[in-house]
């Protein structure tokens, strides 16, 4: 299958590449778009053939549930049983946003959708490329990650295409994404409500509506046997490099000192070394192959940045990365979780 990127610049003037991206869903293809939390792999949600060629084009296990992406809350009701104040709330506050919600699902959505599983996640994108796919294609839209399973989210079209070339018919273009990582995932069906996954609708800000929300422990810590049902998607590798990942967390003088004495040694070992650092570290390290993620008091610009960077690294072939931890405050526990995952939970505490 030959791939086509098609760079979407002007939504107006480009009716007709939109209308043949919608015209590929209604078929029951899969097409990549862009979001503003990262690119998305979408198919018609109510189709359970087309949503089995997302997990077949990602390598995705089938016990790893889909989020359902729609234009607004008029296409919810169709999808979940019931909708709770606190989810009206948080879709006035939040929708079109970064943020998912878990609910009960309805008899319209197809098992595959949710891997069998009696809720289903929803969210309104906010990307008008994202949107007019939605509205033209008029069926809601289940879109995972663009990538293949286990690698880096895409945070650019060429990042999809690196891993879904040949494998999907089109990519539509919208440049890069704004907010770099996934959305956030609240249970709603949980009383309080629980964040399954962070994202670029912080903790700080959810509170701010509805009040106490939890924080699952899979966010920062490997899934335990019997949580496996409660956040399917933590149990697997996830956004890995090609390159291992050390995370490295504590005070950053200790982190800077732990970092400049492993690159020495790995460097010894003959060892080609990247550092994962930030603008108010990335001058101290005279070793080693150095990215910053960015600005370490702007927690929405590491976000941004990060996955970029660990592509980055597979292209300058190091064989090992040393990240340094972040505070885990507003956006930045996104990061941390993003990153710990990436590590496969190999985390020096200092
Ligand atoms: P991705 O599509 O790569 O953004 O991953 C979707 C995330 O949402 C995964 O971590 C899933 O486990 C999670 N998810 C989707 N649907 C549900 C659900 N019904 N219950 C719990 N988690 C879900
Ligand atoms: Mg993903």
């Known amino acids: 299958m030959i791939t086509r990127v098609v760079s979407i610049t002007d939504l107006k003037k480009q009716q007709d590449e939109m209308r043949e991206a919608a015209r590929l869903i209604r078929l029951g293809e899969v097409v990549a778009f862009p979001t503003e939390t990262v690119y998305g792999l979408g198919a018609d949600a109510l189709d359970a053939g087309a949503v089995r060629k997302i997990f077949r084009a990602k390598g995705r296990p089938a016990d790893n549930p889909l989020i359902i992406h729609i234009h607004d809350t008029g296409q919810w009701q169709k999808l979940v049983e019931e909708i709770p104040d606190s989810a009206y709330l948080l879709a006035e506050k939040f929708w079109p946003g970064p943020l998912t919600m878990i609910l009960n699902k309805s008899g319209e959505v197809p098992a595959e959708v949710t891997a069998g599983l009696n809720t289903v996640a929803v969210r309104v994108p906010a990307h008008p490329v994202a949107l007019s796919l939605i509205s033209l294609s008029g069926v809601p839209i289940a879109a995972p990650s663009a990538n293949r399973s286990g690698r880096p989210s895409p945070t650019a079209a060429q990042h999809v295409l690196k891993d879904m070339a040949g494998r999907i018919p089109l990519i539509l273009d919208g440049g890069r994404t704004d907010v770099g990582v996934e959305s ?57 490099p090609k390159a291992p990942v050390v995370l490295i967390r504590g005070s950053l003088p200790k982190q800077m000192e732990y970092i400049r004495t492993r690159v020495s040694s790995e460097l010894e070992a003959g060892k080609q070394v990247g550092i994962l650092a930030t603008d108010q570290t990335i001058a101290c390290y005279d070793e080693g192959i150095r990215l910053s993620m960015g600005d370490r008091d702007k927690p929405a610009d590491l976000a941004g940045n990060l996955f970029a960077r660990l592509r980055e690294f597979d292209d300058l072939n190091v064989d090992i990365i040393l990240a340094e931890g972040v505070d885990e405050k507003e956006e930045g526990l996104a990061v941390m979780n993003r990153m710990a995952r990436a590590a496969g939970f190999c985390i020096i505490d200092l």
């Open 184 to 240: 956030t995932v609240l249970d709603l069906t949980k009383s309080p409500p629980v964040i399954l996954r962070p994202g670029g609708v912080t903790v700080e800000m959810l509170e701010s509506v509805i009040g106490q929300v939890a924080i699952h422990p899979s966010v920062m810590q490997p899934v335990q046997k019997d949580e496996a049902a409660h956040s399917p998607g933590m149990k697997y590798v996830h956004y890995a």
